[in-house]
């Protein structure tokens, strides 16, 4: 029997207002999907999603939102809830977010970078706070991915936990963007030291990654976020819920 609440999060990430995928977070290596992001986030809707992940790259690469409006747009004409990252390394920032109507915020190298600050947003926000753990080559990348730190995810992960972060969402950078399928097992590992639950994130490539992925739902996994492979239709967001509701017979 799966877990009911397993989320297929569908990814929207903007660049220069447009909805675009890049090649393992590099900016110049980027394909165009929606001159209008708003037009795939309403089309991942209508196609069953439970909640839209957007990420603002040029938030990520400036250190601040860039494409908060855009964002915003999005946030108001849905009716499923929108978790939002890009930029957010301020309470400012990430308030803003949530009085527009953005269900939670991405936190990425601020909370590495910032402990202090971390702790008193985690007490603010609580559920409505998620840190991203992104990881390359096993250590955690931070500055849009442009920087890597000497930290290894779990010992960061135990850090976060302390500081009250109640959801992280790991992804492999190596694998985002290429359709070379998830890193598994870091993810496993990753869960089973969690005492919070994982989302997943990077490399996913077809169904049965997906299927993989929700395999580890009683690790605590709890959702795996997918881009390219929806947007080159190398399968259907239908189709996957689909699969996941014949696993649960």
Partial sequence: MIK??????????????KCVRLWRGQAEQETVFEEDPLNAAVRWQEEGAGLLHVVDLDGAFAGEPVNDSVIKRIAG???????????IRSTTSAASYIESGVARVI???????????????AHE??????????VTSGKVAVHGWLGVSEEEPEIALSRL????????????TLTDGTLAGPNFEGIRL???RSKIP????????????????ESMCDLGVEGVITGVALYRREFSLRDAIAALGKRSV
């Fill in 4 to 17: 009911r609440d397993f989320l297929i999060i569908p990814a929207v990430d903007i660049k220069g207002g």
């Fill in 77 to 87: 004409a849905l009716e499923i809830p929108v978790e939002v990252g890009g930029g």
């Fill in 190 to 192: 990753l869960a089973k």
């Fill in 198 to 213: 994982v989302i997943a994130s990077g490399g996913v490539a077809s169904i049965e990654d997906i299927l993989k992925i």
């Fill in 107 to 121: 936190v990425g190298t601020a909370a590495f970078k910032e402990p202090e600050w971390l702790e008193q947003i």
């Fill in 125 to 134: 926000l609580q559920e409505r706070l998620v840190v991203g753990l992104d």
């Fill in 161 to 172: 936990t302390e500081a009250g972060v109640r959801r992280v969402i790991y992804t492999d």
